[in-house]
């Protein structure tokens, strides 16, 4: 697959098959974050590819849930993990990628950004859900979710975090893209409004 159509043609999906997706696949999805460009090429990603459904169920549980005034609805992408294969859990560790190199570095950030862990993870998510479709296969990146909950059911040490998770699946539905706004809404020439 061409990289402009992947970029253009991949969508959040959110309902799976249960059909197996192997070893290999899994490692190609993850070549492909790993060869994400980062801050100085810290590489402050750490990838865990979860199978076992007790602990997928548990991260699910980590989930928020959409509360309404009479009820509370669970988050579609609690069933999403609990339905396919292999959940993908993206984790940074801190104070290292926008801070200053080497042994002699206190985690300091070093511009008024802060830490750029969530850039340089965010670099590796999009490389690898894009591998992902393009390979056949569905997947959402999900964000909301108790992320020390998460932490602890997958033993994260610390100094680092649970950024992101997705899962991985062959698609039960086709995505629709959402109306997107014109480049000229957001892209300028020279200066901001111009």
């Not at 999906?13 to 997706?21: G, L």
């Not at 609805?73 to 999403?80: E, I, K, Q, S, V």
């Amino acid at each position: 697959m061409e990289v402009f159509e992947a970029i253009k043609n991949r969508r959040s999906i959110r309902q799976y098959k249960a059909d197996p997706v192997d070893d290999k696949t899994v490692e190609a999805i993850l070549e492909a974050g790993r060869w994400a460009p980062s801050w100085a090429n810290t590489q402050c990603w750490r990838f865990i590819v979860v199978r076992d459904p007790k602990i997928k169920a548990e991260v699910a549980d980590s989930l928020m849930k959409r509360k309404l005034p009479d009820k509370v609805l669970d988050n579609p992408g609690a069933t999403a993990i609990n339905t396919v294969p292999v959940l993908i859990v993206v984790c940074a560790e801190m104070g290292r990628s926008g801070c200053r190199p080497g042994a002699e570095s206190d985690g300091t950030p070093v511009t008024d950004k802060g830490d750029w862990f969530m850039f340089d993870t965010a670099l590796a998510v999009q490389n690898m859900v894009l591998a992902a479709h393009a390979l056949g296969l569905g997947t959402v990146i999900i964000g909301a979710f108790d992320a020390p909950q998460a932490e602890k059911t997958l033993g994260v040490p610390d100094g680092y975090r649970v950024v992101t998770l997705f899962p991985v699946g062959v698609p039960a539905q086709e995505g629709k893209a959402p109306p997107r706004k014109e480049l000229s809404e957001i892209a300028f020439k020279d200066k901001w409004g111009k």
